[in-house]
Nanobody, 122 residues
């Protein structure tokens, strides 16, 4: 069975770079037709799609934070990573990684990590 686990710092200072890693077990991140995705959910708000990386390594980003968002992968470790530069307090959220067959939309068949709380504060 495929499992996803987020990891990274729980506290990041404003203007710094947030880096989170999703470790995948039970399946390869290079397996088609899946997209490996990052979402975040700020307090009191809905989930926001941030971006995705395909099994082939192609990346896709939300239009607004695109210039500050980067998704990469390490196939030897079966991990993919979210980097968000120049973070602000608005970056405070629970961050999730997920897998499904659609680049943008979530689905009932999606597999989710448990989420990790990130607070942006000085």
């Amino acid at each position: 069975q495929v499992q996803l686990q987020e990891s990274g710092p729980g506290l990041v200072k404003p203007s710094q770079t947030l880096s989170l890693t999703c470790t995948v077990s039970g399946g390869s991140i290079t397996t088609n037709p899946y997209y490996w995705k990052w979402f975040r959910q700020p307090p009191g708000e809905g989930q926001e799609w941030m971006g995705a990386i395909s099994a082939s390594g192609n990346t896709y980003y939300s239009p607004s934070p695109k210039s500050r968002t980067s998704i990469s992968r390490n196939t030897s470790k079966n991990q993919f990573t979210l980097q968000l530069t120049s973070v602000t307090p608005e970056g405070t959220a629970v961050y999730y990684c997920a897998r499904n067959t659609q680049v943008l939309t979530s689905s009932n068949s999606a597999i989710w990590g448990q989420g990790t709380q990130v607070t942006v504060s000085s």
